[in-house]
C-alpha cells in the first residue's frame, strides 16, 4: 500500500501479493479494525492512523544506531548532523548530533517538514519517478518559508535532476534565511532516509561544499551497511 502512494483496491492487492481476494478482503477487514488501514468512499482502501505510533516507535532504535555516524559527521564538519526519514508526504526529522560552535543550527527531533523546502527532501525524492514527484507536490502544495523557496513543480523537478547529477542536494536560504544545508540519501535504506549537515551560510558556503559533499556520501555508505546489519 506504501508502494502504491497510500492507497491501493482489492484487487490490485491481490495481484501485487499473489494472494487470493477473498484472503485480501479478511485481511483488510482485519487491519481495519485494528486501525492500521482505513476504508475510504470509494471503497479503496488506504494507510490507517495507528502506523504513526509504529513509525515513531521504530525511529528510536533508527536514530540509536545512526548517532555514531552523525556524530562523525559533526566532528569531521564541524555543522550539526541531521538524520531524516519520508513519512508519506513529509519529511520528519529522527535525529540529530549538533555542532560544537556557538552559533549553530537546531531542528527539532520529530519536526515534520515539506520536502520542497529542504535539502533532504530533495535527497528523498530525487530518485522517485517524476509522475509520484509531481503528484506528491500536488497534494502538498508548495508554500514558500523563504522567499529562496522554490515553489513551481517545473523548478523542483529541474532542481532534482541537479541533485541526480551532483549526488547531493543543497538547501540554499529555502527553509530558513541564513541557513545552508548539504543532504544526501542512505543508499539502500528499509526505508527512504537521508543526512545532512546545516550551518549558517558564512560557513556552510559553496567552497566549503566541496568538501562536505564527500563526506556526507562516505557517512551515508556506512550508516546503509550499519543499518543492514551482520
Not at 485481511?27 to 494507510?47: K, P
Not at 543543497?170 to 528499509?190: F, H, K, L, Y
Amino acid at each position: 500500500m506504501a508502494d502504491a502512494g497510500g492507497e491501493i483496491g482489492l484487487s490490485e492487492l491481490a495481484t501485487t501479493s499473489g494472494l487470493p481476494l477473498p484472503t485480501i478482503h479478511r485481511l483488510m477487514r482485519t487491519l481495519v479494525s485494528c486501525g492500521y488501514v482505513r476504508q475510504q468512499a470509494n471503497r479503496r482502501y488506504a494507510l490507517g492512523p495507528r502506523l504513526i505510533r509504529l513509525g515513531e516507535s521504530a525511529a528510536r532504535p533508527l536514530a540509536t544506531w545512526a548517532r555514531p555516524q552523525l556524530a562523525r559527521l559533526v566532528e569531521e564538519t564541524g555543522e550539526t548532523a541531521n538524520m531524516a526519514l519520508l513519512d508519506g508526504d513529509e519529511v520528519v526529522y529522527v535525529a540529530q548530533v549538533p555542532s560544537r560552535h556557538s552559533m549553530r543550527m537546531f531542528t527539532e527531533v520529530g519536526r515534520r517538514v515539506l520536502p520542497h523546502t529542504t535539502g533532504v527532501g530533495k535527497a528523498l525524492l530525487a530518485d522517485l519517478p517524476e509522475d509520484q514527484v509531481r503528484a506528491l507536490l500536488a497534494r502538498t502544495g508548495m508554500p514558500a518559508s523563504t522567499e529562496r523557496t522554490i515553489t513551481t513543480p517545473e523548478a523542483f523537478v529541474a532542481a532534482l535532476r541537479t541533485v541526480r547529477e551532483r549526488g547531493y542536494a543543497v538547501d540554499d536560504n529555502e527553509q530558513e534565511i541564513g541557513v545552508r544545508c548539504i543532504a544526501v540519501r542512505v543508499p539502500d535504506s528499509p526505508t527512504a532516509t537521508a543526512i545532512s549537515i546545516s550551518g549558517p551560510a558564512g560557513r556552510v558556503t559553496e567552497h566549503s561544499t566541496e568538501r562536505f559533499a564527500p563526506i556526507l556520501r562516505t557517512v551515508a555508505a556506512e550508516l546503509s551497511s550499519a543499518l543492514a546489519g551482520p
